[in-house]
């Protein structure tokens, strides 16, 4: 097996990694970031927030998840070097230097084996909670001293990350609504329910056919179009709470026997070739670092013939300068990945294997979702600060609003069908 099938074959598991290298005077440094595979030339391309002290030279990619329960952990670590491009940085891989796959406690069980095969004890257990009063320190330093919640540290954790939280707290998937017709203090829950149905009914999924739900959230569009149309649905998230949230709501809906969800990175689906009638992909593909690669693993599920429907974000119009701070903050805050006009978009479906089928904008029934979603993160804040921290939820709120002028970042309905 080659490094990159060694690669590959692990990272449908991942979604973030963490890059490390050393700082102009050597010291070590580490960020999470976004790695974006160009097998072409060998490397990955790496994202490099603005004045982290960077050089070229030996570097690794950590990529690690688990559980809830921290029962199942799954880590990959890559040794390589980090080189500057003209257009940012990337990391050529050269070895793959660890790997831990599977149950924790099998993982345990092969150590301790591998050890007494060796005549050597069991290392001491490290004294974890004796670094407990230095981590409150950091989280005390990185929040600037705030205090939230009931005397809990707060306001480190990364937007993206408390994702399911704020979720629950605004008792909504977090996708924009649809609210051409609505009046204006329609609840934000109606018009996101009118944004499912409008994919649920282009979709035209029928009883016995399989959809996947790609981006599933908190379950709430896949009970939806499961009940509308009595087909089976299969809902993938790369976040563990979210799925077992969803799958709790099945279940509570009596729905358990033909609508489940899962652990699935898009741009590795765990199904087989031909899986499934109908993909449905509700403003989420903007957020894939390698939209082709997830194009070409959303053909390759489909059944010839199969259908793709989608909703997403796109460039009606190139975004003048004056414009790109608002832009760089939502893809800061709002994990903008991939963003391109409608002909390179329709040119990654066809090189995926997915004709077009018709595209609508449907921006203006759209953007009144920012102002209310601004207002309802303002109302919420009790319950969103201990979550978010009080200066990242003011920032989230202030990005929201000022999403507004950036008009040329337009909202697609998007169809295209797989050839027979």
Wanted: charged share 30%; hydrophobic share 40%.
């Amino acid at each position: 097996m080659n490094l990159w099938d060694e690669i590959d074959g692990h990272l449908h598991l991942f979604a973030r990694p963490v890059l490390s290298f050393r700082d102009p005077d050597g010291f070590p440094f580490s960020i999470r970031t976004y790695a974006r595979q160009e097998r072409a030339r060998d490397l990955f391309h790496v994202r490099m927030p603005d004045g982290v002290p960077a050089v070229a030279g030996p570097a690794w990619l950590l990529w690690h998840t688990h559980d809830d329960n921290f029962d199942v952990q799954h880590t990959l670590a890559v040794s390589g070097d980090l080189v500057s491009e003209d257009d940012g940085w990337a990391f050529r891989p050269a070895r793959v230097i660890s790997r831990m796959h599977g149950d924790v406690t099998e993982v345990e069980r092969a150590a301790a084996r591998y050890l007494a095969d060796r005549g050597l004890s069991v290392p001491d257990v490290f004294p974890w909670p004796a670094l407990e009063p230095i981590a409150r320190k950091v989280r005390r330093d990185l929040s600037g001293g705030r205090r939230t919640g009931d005397g809990d540290e707060g306001g480190d954790e990364d937007w993206a990350g408390s994702y399911t939280e704020v979720s629950r707290a605004l008792e909504s998937t977090l996708h924009h609504g649809y609210w051409k017709d609505l009046p204006p203090n329609a609840p934000i829950t109606e018009a996101a329910d009118r944004m499912t149905d409008l994919l649920i009914g282009r979709i035209g999924a029928r009883p016995r056919e399989r959809v996947l739900d790609l981006g599933c959230g908190i379950g709430a569009p896949g009970i939806r179009l499961a009940k509308a149309s009595g087909a089976a649905v299969v809902g993938v998230s790369i976040t563990e709470s979210e799925i077992e949230l969803a799958n709790a709501a099945a279940a509570a809906e009596g729905l358990a026997d033909r609508v489940s969800f899962r652990y699935g990175n898009v741009m590795a689906l765990p199904f087989p070739d031909d899986s499934f009638d109908a993909v449905c992909s509700m403003e989420f593909l903007y957020q894939i670092p390698d939209r082709p690669l997830a194009l070409r693993e959303i053909s390759r599920v489909l059944k010839p013939g199969g259908r793709f429907e989608g909703s997403d974000f796109y460039l009606r119009e190139p975004v003048p300068r004056h414009k790109e701070p608002i832009l760089a903050d939502l893809r800061r805050i709002a994990l903008v990945e991939t963003l391109t006009d409608l002909d390179a978009y329709l040119a990654e479906l066809r090189a995926a294997g997915i004709e077009p089928a018709g595209t609508e904008d449907i921006s203006p029934h759209v953007w009144p979702t920012r102002a209310r979603y601004a207002r309802l993160l303002r109302a919420s804040r009790d319950a969103l600060a201990p979550v978010m921290g009080e200066k990242e939820l003011d920032e989230v709120i202030a990005v929201t609003e000022q999403a507004d002028d950036l008009q040329e970042m337009g909202f697609l309905l998007i169809s295209g069908r797989k050839a027979r």
